[in-house]
């Protein structure tokens, strides 16, 4: 069970949660990579407590909970894991924000001990001088979600001795590549995705999200997507 109020840096005694682990990873000079957790199927319910503004999360599928889901840990046998959340179902009625906040939160549990190795896994490729971390450390964690530009715009503005505007046009691509075909007779609609990185980058989750929002804007609450422990793309 874990028990906290979005304010605190608290979460489940097991998997390790990657806000308490991440003031002491960004500390380490390097790190070895290491191996995902044995195959399984995680179950577990958040619960939004609005009295003292707390979570309180337990395991096991309880659908008349604010947000609940499972994660099959299934990397070893297929090469990806798998994460289903829904959110905003429950009996309470709770504002956007909340029912975001349950989900992310729900999700940092079920998965951090991949959020670790994978942090883990990347940390060698990515930081190659420590002395930098504690510069860097805010900029990371606001833009951890905007690697995939940032892999395109890094080299497009990094100063260089050529400054004719050819440096702003670059045709390679950083990161992944997709393929989106329509029937002719517009019956259809298919999706390819290439998933490519580093080899260090290999744990990957294929996430399913179901929320609840009330919003305008919104036109579907369901979202599939390929992506990474504790990341949205």
Known sequence: MSHRSPGRSLGPPAPPPLLLLLP??????GAAAVQPRQTGIYYATAYWLPDSKTVEVKN????????????????????WGILELKAGYGAQTLSNSIIMFLAGYLEGY???????????????QLIKDPAIVDKVKNFMEYFLNAVGDLLDLIPSVSPTSDNSMKVFKRWDMGHCSAL?????????????HSSWYTYAAMLRIYKHWDFNIKDKDTRSSKHSFSSYPGKYI
Do not use: C, R
Not at 60 to 79: H, M, P, R, V, W
Not at 110 to 124: G, I, K, Q, S, V
Not at 180 to 192: D, H, Q, S, T
């Open 24 to 29: 002491l990873l960004l500390q380490l000079p």
């Open 60 to 79: 096991g599928l309880d659908k008349s909970g604010d947000a609940y889901g499972y994660f099959n840990d299934s990397i070893e046998d297929t090469g």
């Open 110 to 124: 079920l998965t951090a001990l991949h959020m670790y190795e994978h942090f883990t896994n990347l940390y060698p």
């Open 180 to 192: 989106i075909k329509v029937l002719p007779g517009f019956e259809n609609i298919y999706f390819a």
